[in-house]
């Protein structure tokens, strides 16, 4: 997963976990990921609202993707084409 970052496991800090994920995608795998979802549910009612607030602060928009598409098509427009040392 690209956009989630387990709290558990991802060794990211507190602001940057979001949720759960599990690997590899087997049953038992799952299976443990939703245990420790609903463990956290239940018993930890603090990090779940953190993983909450995470979970909606991050952005998905095509916002900054699209500024740098832009930008390289500007700069390819203006002549400035990046040198990648291949002839």
Not at 4 to 9: E, I
Not at 22 to 28: D, I, K, L, S
Not at 42 to 47: I, L, S, T
């Given at each position: 997963a690209d956009t989630v970052f387990d709290v558990?496991?991802?060794g990211r800090d507190d602001q940057m976990a979001?949720?759960?994920?599990f690997e590899p995608p087997t049953?038992?795998?799952?299976?443990?990921?939703?245990s420790r979802a609903i463990d956290c549910w239940f018993h930890k009612p603090e990090k779940w609202r953190k993983l909450m607030v995470n979970g909606m602060s991050i952005d998905f928009s095509w916002n900054h993707p699209a500024d740098k598409y832009l930008s390289?098509?500007?700069?390819l427009v203006a002549g400035k084409i990046p040198n990648t040392g291949n002839p």
């Amino acid at each position: 997963a690209d956009t989630v970052f387990d709290v558990d496991f991802s060794g990211r800090d507190d602001q940057m976990a979001n949720g759960y994920t599990f690997e590899p995608p087997t049953n038992a795998g799952l299976e443990s990921a939703l245990s420790r979802a609903i463990d956290c549910w239940f018993h930890k009612p603090e990090k779940w609202r953190k993983l909450m607030v995470n979970g909606m602060s991050i952005d998905f928009s095509w916002n900054h993707p699209a500024d740098k598409y832009l930008s390289i098509y500007r700069d390819l427009v203006a002549g400035k084409i990046p040198n990648t040392g291949n002839p």
